[in-house]
């Protein structure tokens, strides 16, 4: 059962992906960018990895993707203006992207996996056993990342803020 | 667990090789950060997987601080996106071309 659900989310994700890259709208982008992210929350899911599942819908779909709507809107990105690359550069581009694939699979190909350890245990990916782990092991670079937080909290502010001395810049010089 | 390793691993690279396409096709500044995101849960899927396979909690937690890493980056490259608008006008990135070289 959970075989036939871990192809179909993967075929899901990977078509929801190729859509983001080529829909001409960035509103169509985002909306299939989130598809992509529900799909690889259930194969969290599958991965007996829930509260990785729950945190990543908050996150990525419920965070992260509206700031992206909310800045599409804002600058009134929401057609389809985009001007388009010379088919010369799209080619090369999609033909680099396949050799990058190719080069990681054939190495994959070469390689051994070692066998799965025994049995694993099932419910790692519970909220209690994360959290013994994360403030056991790894609470110094849970105490960094705060820090990392407020240094980009106060940047995008610092970022954000107009300033009334700068006159905004009307032609681009190219 | 019945799903070798392996399909999670070509899952992840097929994900990873799409973001890699975006950035190289597209113009859009913000479809850029988009497609930096898809590359970002590729690697985190990947990471995921290993820790469910040999039972080791470590990999989950890195998903975790993969994921306050991004959402900082996509705080910061937003606001450097809205600056960037503010000032030209648009965000095709083949005009800004002045750290080129």
């Not at chain 1, 059962?1 to 929801?16: G, N, Q, T």
């Not at chain 2, 590729?42 to 975790?64: C, K, R």
């Not at chain 2, 994921?67 to 809205?82: C, R, S």
Request: with cysteine; net charge neutral; hydrophobic share 60%.
């Amino acid at each position: 059962m959970s075989e036939y659900l871990f192809y179909f989310l993967a075929f899901v994700s990977i078509f929801a992906a190729l859509l983001v890259v080529t829909a001409k709208n960035p509103i169509h982008s985002v909306l299939f960018l989130i598809v992509t992210f529900f799909a690889i929350a259930g194969q969290y899911i599958i991965l007996n990895a829930q509260f990785l599942a729950i945190v990543h819908i908050i996150v990525y779909a419920g965070a992260i993707m509206v700031l992206f709507l909310f800045v599409l809107m804002l600058l009134n990105l929401n057609k389809e203006s985009e001007p388009v690359k010379s088919y010369l550069m799209k080619g090369i581009g999609v033909l680099a992207g396949c050799l990058l694939a190719l080069v990681m699979v054939a190495a994959l190909h070469k390689s051994t996996m070692s066998p799965a350890l025994g049995n694993p245990n099932e419910d790692i990916g519970l909220v209690g056993n994360l959290g013994k782990v994360l403030f056991k092991e790894y609470v110094v670079p849970f105490e960094v990342s705060s820090l990392l937080f407020l240094s980009a909290m106060i940047g995008a502010v610092m970022l954000g803020k107009r300033d009334p001395k700068i006159e905004p810049v009307n032609e681009i010089t190219n | 667990m019945k799903v070798p390793i392996e399909h999670y691993i070509l899952l992840s690279t097929v994900l990873f090789c799409i973001g890699v396409m975006g950035v190289l096709l597209r113009r859009n500044a913000i479809i850029l950060l988009m497609c930096v995101e898809i590359m970002l849960n590729a690697v985190n899927l990947l990471m995921a997987s290993f820790s469910t396979y040999h039972g080791d909690a470590a990999g989950q937690i890195f998903v975790f601080f993969i994921m306050v890493v991004a959402a900082a980056e996509v705080a910061v490259g937003l606001a450097l996106i809205v600056m960037i608008y503010r000032n030209f006008k648009t965000t095709d990135i083949n005009l800004f071309n002045k750290l080129k070289w």
